[in-house]
């Protein structure tokens, strides 16, 4: 309790949600649930566990380390405009993958040949050797 009144809290899979970092709260739920979430760098397993202006949350989403600062709390879920502003995302650029290690077709992305689906001419060629032509 401060001067002003009580601080205004939130669940954190609530928060999640309203923030728009997952679709629904059942999954917001399951990754806190998982202990996939750290608020102010302590590990939380809990998804009630209450939230307020002020503290940073880490957790993984899409390949990506999140790093997010809460600045309000939300009443409901708004438009993306109302809930990029809860927050201030402090997260590390994403790195850039190679396209060939991610497991695109080296066919088109200059690998070696002989790898990746067979072009027609290529099966033309195996069904030559196999004697069905």
């Known amino acids: 309790m401060t001067a002003e009144g009580p601080v205004p809290s939130q669940r954190l899979d ?11 709260r059942t999954l917001a739920a399951r990754v806190v649930s998982e202990g996939k979430v750290r608020v102010d760098g302590a590990p939380v ?3 009630a566990r209450q939230i307020s202006r002020g503290v940073t949350l880490t957790f993984s989403k899409d390949d990506r380390v999140r790093v997010i600062y809460v600045l309000g709390i939300g009443d409901r879920r708004g438009p993306a405009p109302e809930a ?12 850039s ?3 060939a290690a991610r497991g695109a077709n080296p066919r088109f992305e200059g690998g070696k040949h002989g790898t990746g689906r067979p072009t027609k001419r ?12």
């Open 14 to 24: 609530k928060w999640l949600w309203h923030a728009r970092f997952f679709k629904t």
């Open 122 to 133: 290529d099966r033309r060629q195996m069904d030559r050797f196999d004697g069905l032509e």
């Open 84 to 95: 990029q502003a809860l927050y201030d995302d402090q997260s590390p650029a994403p790195v």
């Open 97 to 99: 993958v190679d396209p």
């Open 45 to 47: 397993s809990k998804p």
